[in-house]
């Protein structure tokens, strides 16, 4: 077993096996890889007009979308740490919900969103190739769910995938 490889179901909770099966490949380095790909693509379509664009009432803006993927991004790769480390500490979950309106995108430009986000998945990528064979099959424990190192890595790069294909659908 190559712990790059797609996580065992039962590694992962059930809620995240859809942004899993999203996750193009089959080496989670290569999946964030590809993930970022298609993000720089769908985000270079989206113009500075756009970015405070909802397509409903009620529904995130653009912004708001780009900034979720770098919030739950940051949250999922600090979890890896934690668990990779061997942290036991249960950790909390996040209600996306309240962090979209307390983030104050409306004062902030596209463009920096976009760089924020390009940042961090260098450094999720740079954090997941650090990781020995050991510490990606290590799991813990998140919003009550356990969780493998690895099957963080591929949330990752199913999440992105995830809202890339919303914003593409929905927004442009």
């Avoid at 290569?30 to 529904?59: M, N």
Wanted: with cysteine.
């Amino acid at each position: 077993m190559n712990a790059l490889d797609r996580p065992d179901p039962a590694e992962v909770p059930a809620f995240y096996h859809g942004y899993i099966a999203l996750a193009p490949g089959h080496d989670l380095v290569r999946a964030i890889h590809d993930a970022s790909d298609r993000e720089r693509t769908t985000l270079a379509r989206i113009t500075p007009d756009l970015g405070d664009h909802r397509y409903a009432p009620g529904k995130w803006s653009v912004k708001e979308v780009i900034q979720h993927v770098i919030d739950a991004e940051r949250i999922f790769a600090y979890r890896a740490l934690r668990f990779a480390r061997n942290d036991a500490t249960e950790l909390a979950g996040f209600d996306e919900n309240t962090y979209a309106p307390n983030a104050q995108v409306d004062r902030r430009e596209l463009v920096e969103l976009t760089r924020e986000l390009e940042l961090v998945r260098a450094c999720s990528t740079a954090l997941f190739q650090s990781f020995s064979t050991e510490m990606l099959l290590r799991t813990g424990t998140a919003n009550g769910n356990r969780i493998s190192v690895r099957g963080l890595g591929w949330v990752i790069a199913g999440h992105t995938t995830h809202h890339m294909n919303v914003l593409e659908q929905r927004y442009l």
